[in-house]
T-cell receptor, first 118, second 111 residues
Framework: DAGITQSPRHKVTETGTPVTLRCHQTENHRYMYWYRQDPGHGLRLIHYSYGVKDTDKGEVSDGYSVSRSKTEDFLLTLESATSSQTSVYFC?????????????????FGPGTRLTVL | SQQGEEDPQALSIQEGENATMNCSYKTSINNLQWYRQNSGRGLVHLILIRSNEREKHSGRLRVTLDTSKKSSSLLITASRAADTASYFCATEGKGANNLFFGTGTRLTVIP
């Protein structure tokens, strides 16, 4: 999976609790993304990052925050989880890398985190 | 929403047959990409076609793009059971760094 890991892979939590999902890359790609995947909706972008400490909102950002303190890690936080946030969460990365190779347009995906909010 | 729409939602064919999936989108694009997702896994990039290209091939895959109709098609020739997966189109809008994914086509190839 192109040097991308997500943790945890599965999590069950209760409504109102905070949850943090971690995405870690070893590819030194500039861009990192968080998506959620739900039946009938495909993948929807939550937040993305275009550099360390540089983030922006996606299509479905309400109820989520992100942080990127170093190139390799991108954290997604649900401050107070709700049942509507039960989903499969995917992290993705894209270039360019520090070496300047332009894999700009293609995204590489992590294995996903299945989150259940009871 | 800039999300693409795939058609059909599900497709079932016999091994050896060709599979065609279609994607329609709403806005001007820089490029359109196709991804595959096996059950329980992340998405894998298959092929990218730029807005100034009309057709592209990669192995058994053939992608066409008609920007005047805002549509694309993915053809998988001589399908195999291992092609069973969901296929998504994704569009990158002009001036954007993000991709907008469709809802996918679920392909089942029967051995």
């Amino acid at each position: 999976d192109a040097g991308i890991t997500q943790s945890p892979r599965h999590k069950v939590t209760e409504t109102g609790t905070p949850v943090t999902l971690r995405c870690h890359q070893t590819e030194n790609h500039r861009y990192m993304y968080w998506y959620r995947q739900d039946p009938g909706h495909g993948l929807r972008l939550i937040h993305y990052s275009y550099g360390v400490k540089d983030t922006d909102k996606g299509e479905v950002s309400d109820g989520y925050s992100v942080s990127r303190s170093k190139t390799e890690d991108f954290l997604l936080t649900l401050e107070s989880a709700t049942s509507s946030q039960t989903s499969v969460y995917f992290c993705a990365i894209s270039g360019p890398t520090s070496g300047g190779l332009n894999t700009y347009n293609e995204q590489f995906f992590g294995p996903g985190t299945r989150l259940t909010v009871l | 929403s800039q999300q693409g729409e795939e058609d059909p939602q599900a497709l079932s064919i016999q091994e050896g047959e060709n599979a065609t999936m279609n994607c329609s989108y709403k806005t001007s694009i820089n490029n359109l990409q196709w991804y595959r997702q096996n059950s329980g896994r992340g998405l894998v990039h298959l092929i990218l076609i730029r807005s100034n290209e009309r057709e592209k091939h990669s192995g058994r895959l053939r992608v066409t793009l008609d920007t005047s109709k805002k549509s694309s098609s993915l053809l998988i020739t001589a399908s195999r059971a291992a092609d069973t997966a969901s296929y998504f189109c994704a569009t990158e809008g002009k001036g954007a760094n993000n991709l907008f994914f469709g809802t996918g086509t679920r392909l089942t190839v029967i051995p």
